[in-house]
């Protein structure tokens, strides 16, 4: 067997028994009426799994299916619909834990694994490459979801909440969306971010986050530019879109301009900007250092509480 197929096997084993399948129900005219699901994995000994946000938000009851053919009833536990996750809890026994990895380490065209429940056909798996880093989605549902993975993996409708692994079977992503109509484009919630969440989605439920209301995407600096403003770093954001009446558009900032800097310190992903969003950052100014025709100008604004 060839090392390209033994590699995705061995991952694959080493967390199949995390993933399970979500079935939601709606609750009409008295009964539970089936409404969907999609797919999650556990990632704690106390039955936590990660799912998406879209998957269980306003259901009336959800049930979960391991891989050794047990499982039962879940409850919500918290979801933030901005970053479109969700943690359920399930108290039925039968799973494995996923392990979590760093998803700060990844690089373009690493291996990159897909295992979910697309069409109901229970722990299907797909394989891929990450295709690149520190993206900005906005959902069907018209939510902005900031520092996702692209891929060339395979996704369907059930995929959704499952995990994205790497060469060594460590979750980098929580799979949440293709573009209709697009081929060899899918998107992952970036594991570090939703590790970042989970605390106050377990103890609150919910998440308070600043917002300014930009889609960027991380881009190469070119050595010049490094060189010139004395950066640390060698990417930037570029910004592509300015959301209308949000932070950004009551500012300076412009489409197209590169952001390097915040408050003076450098900023090199969308993972940096959605550290310096807390909710600590709501209604203070903050200053952002871009790089705009060649010139490095700051920009002020106030970011508000994300919707």
Do not use: C, W
């Amino acid at each position: 067997m060839d090392n390209y197929s033994q590699t995705i096997i061995k991952a694959v084993e080493k967390v199949k028994h995390a993933v399970v399948k979500i079935d939601t129900f709606q609750k009409r005219r008295g009964r539970e009426i089936p409404a969907g699901g999609g797919s999650g994995f556990v990632f704690s000994s106390d039955g936590f799994i990660f799912t998406n946000s879209h998957v269980v938000s306003k259901r009336s009851k959800l049930e979960v299916s391991f891989l050794s053919g047990e499982g039962g009833m879940a409850e919500l536990v918290g979801e933030d619909p901005s970053a479109d996750l969700a943690i359920i809890k399930t108290y039925e026994d039968g799973y494995g834990i996923a392990e979590l990895g760093d998803s700060s380490k990844l690089q373009i065209g690493e291996l990159a694994i897909a295992i979910g429940n697309p069409f109901g056909y229970q722990h299907t798996v797909s394989a891929g490459v990450i295709s690149a880093l520190g993206r900005t989605l906005r959902t069907p549902e018209g939510a902005i979801v900031d520092n996702v993975v692209q891929s060339d993996v395979s996704l369907n409708p059930g995929n959704s909440g499952g995990p994205m692994i790497n060469g060594s079977g460590e979750v980098i992503g929580v799979n949440t969306a293709t573009l209709r109509g697009a081929q060899g484009l899918s998107f992952s919630i970036d594991i570090n971010l939703a590790k970042t969440l989970a605390g106050d989605l377990i103890q609150y439920g919910k998440v308070q986050r600043a917002m300014i209301g930009i889609m960027a995407h991380e881009m190469q600096l070119n050595q010049r530019m490094i060189n010139r403003y004395q950066l640390e770093t060698n990417k930037g954001l570029l910004v592509r879109e300015i959301i209308k009446k949000s932070p950004a558009a009551m500012s300076e900032l412009h489409t197209g301009d590169i952001i390097v800097q915040i408050d003076g310190q450098d900023v090199s992903s969308m993972g940096d900007l959605m550290k310096r969003l807390n909710k600590e950052q709501i209604g203070r100014a903050m200053k952002l250092g871009v790089v705009r025709r060649g010139e490095l100008k700051d920009v002020l604004l106030v970011p508000v509480m994300k919707s």
